[in-house]
């Protein structure tokens, strides 16, 4: 009987303390600037949190919540339906110990994305849902220029390998868009 009631007991404990997704939701729900319009485009488990890809009436964001600190990291706003098929945000808090990067991908040429930081190189998530095709990654840090122009660069990449899209520094000068 006491090994029952022991086994009842935690049980109610480790649901009591278990975040589902829909509480997180409710979380991030109070953060966002215009609950009202609110949609969820895509939701996924992550190492130490959810990363929820979302529209809101101004534009794209992405959030990332840290199961560590319990807290909600959300971006800047983004086009929906960028220009030149393919826009970027991110967050990154020093209240969170991740960096985030997320977007919205409308041209179909573009079959891959890459982050790119001083020492660095990470391929984004791609995902395709009936909302649309987005993509995300997450590091770590950012790591810093160290007297270097900003070492930060995001690339959109065709099929065949080519950079169809970019942002950051390229032989020292600024580039943002297609290529």
Same mark, same amino acid.
């Given at each position: 009987?006491?090994?029952?009631?022991?086994?009842?007991?935690?049980?109610?404990?480790?649901?009591?303390?278990?975040?589902?997704?829909?509480?997180?939701?409710?979380?991030?729900?109070?953060?966002?600037?215009?609950?009202?319009?609110?949609?969820?485009?895509?939701?996924?488990?992550?190492?130490?949190?959810?990363?929820?890809?979302?529209?809101?009436?101004?534009?794209?964001?992405? +959030?990332?919540? &840290?199961?560590?600190?319990?807290?909600?990291? /959300? %971006?800047?706003?983004? *086009?929906?339906?960028? #220009? !030149? @098929?393919?826009?970027?945000?991110?967050?990154?808090?020093?209240?969170?110990?991740?960096?985030?990067?997320?977007?919205?991908?409308?041209?179909?040429?573009?079959?891959?994305?890459?982050?790119?930081?001083?020492?660095?190189?990470?391929?984004?998530?791609?995902?395709?849902?009936?909302?649309?095709?987005?993509?995300?990654?997450?590091?770590?840090?950012?790591?810093?220029? +160290?007297?270097? &122009?900003?070492?930060?660069?995001?690339?959109? /990449? %065709?099929?065949?390998? *080519?950079?169809?899209? #970019? !942002? @950051?520094?390229?032989?020292?000068?600024?580039?943002?868009?297609?290529?």
């Amino acid at each position: 009987m006491r090994r029952i009631s022991f086994i009842i007991f935690l049980m109610i404990i480790f649901t009591g303390c278990s975040n589902s997704s829909e509480d997180n939701i409710e979380k991030l729900l109070e953060k966002t600037p215009f609950p009202n319009s609110f949609e969820v485009l895509y939701q996924e488990k992550v190492d130490n949190g959810l990363i929820v890809l979302f529209k809101d009436e101004s534009g794209f964001r992405h +959030a990332f919540f &840290s199961n560590k600190t319990e807290y909600w990291n /959300i %971006s800047g706003n983004a *086009d929906l339906n960028p #220009k !030149d @098929g393919f826009v970027w945000g991110m967050t990154n808090d020093p209240k969170i110990p991740k960096l985030t990067f997320a977007g919205v991908i409308t041209d179909d040429n573009i079959q891959n994305v890459m982050v790119r930081q001083k020492t660095l190189n990470q391929q984004a998530r791609m995902v395709s849902t009936d909302k649309g095709r987005f993509w995300f990654t997450i590091f770590d840090n950012l790591e810093e220029a +160290a007297g270097q &122009s900003d070492p930060l660069k995001i690339e959109a /990449i %065709s099929a065949g390998g *080519d950079i169809v899209w #970019k !942002d @950051g520094v390229y032989n020292g000068k600024y580039y943002h868009g297609k290529t």
